[in-house]
């Protein structure tokens, strides 16, 4: 049964690089029909997309933390990662992993990233300080 | 600022029905299919629907889902004190490149 664990410091200065990594136990980062993406919710807030990555590179990111968000993925260990430079107190919040469902028009070879995210990590929660 | 819209909160007996609306536009909900999550106090948001109305594996048919335009409709029947929580829905839009999500319902059980 595939398994997505968060971890990385609970605690980050101001101005300093936030770093997370998702393992994935029970499947693959290889699989061809999935992106992987990090989602986070500030407190009392709702949810925030943060980007999706394919296993090839192919990555999308939420316009807003785009200049900020670096996320990679690493096939040989199943883990794929986050780096979020810059953060202020606004970027305490839980920070989830999920498993983001791919899909491929028939004319395109191309997996994009799909509608659903079907697999969470129970998340884990970042505090800025300053 | 989310492009989906939700109420805030929708409230019901036990045993009664719910409905949440996400309103959108013609770059996400209008043109891509609609998922729908649930997320209970203290956890992790859950799978609850996709493809607009198709339930994940274990996830029980007193939940359902619809899509009609740019809106895309939750409901929930036989309303249980288990199934308060914040819903979310969510989709990709074309135009942002960009997964959205939903502002976000809390169902309340009265």
């Known amino acids: 049964q595939l398994q997505l664990q968060e971890s990385g410091p609970g605690l980050v200065k101001a101005s300093e690089t936030l770093s997370l990594i998702c393992t994935v136990a029970g499947g693959s980062t290889s699989s061809t029909t999935f992106y992987w993406g990090w989602i986070r919710q500030s407190p009392g807030k709702g949810l925030e997309w943060i980007g999706s990555m394919y296993y090839s590179g192919s990555s999308y990111y939420s316009s807003s933390l785009k200049s900020r968000a670096t996320m990679s993925v690493d096939t040989s260990k199943n883990q794929f990662s986050l780096r979020l430079s810059s953060v202020t107190a606004a970027d305490t919040a839980v920070y989830y992993c999920a498993r983001h469902g791919a899909l491929r028009y028939s004319d395109s070879p191309v997996w994009r990233p799909g509608n659903w995210f079907d697999l969470w990590g129970q998340g884990t929660r970042v505090t800025v300080s300053s | 600022q989310s492009v989906l819209t939700q109420p805030p909160s929708v409230s019901a007996a036990p045993g009664q029905k719910v409905t949440i609306s996400c309103s959108g536009s013609?770059?996400?909900?209008?043109?891509?299919?609609v998922s729908w999550y649930q997320q209970l106090p203290g956890t992790a948001p859950k799978f609850l629907i996709y493809?607009?109305?198709k339930r994940p594996s274990g996830i029980p048919d007193r939940f359902s889902g619809s899509k009609s335009g740019t809106s895309a409709t939750l409901g929930i029947t036989g309303l249980q004190t288990g199934d308060e929580a914040d819903y979310y829905c969510g989709t990709w839009d074309n135009s942002l490149s960009a997964y959205v999500f939903g502002t976000g319902t809390k169902v309340t059980v009265l």
């Open positions: 493809d607009n109305n």
């Open positions: 013609s770059s996400n909900i209008g043109n891509n299919y």
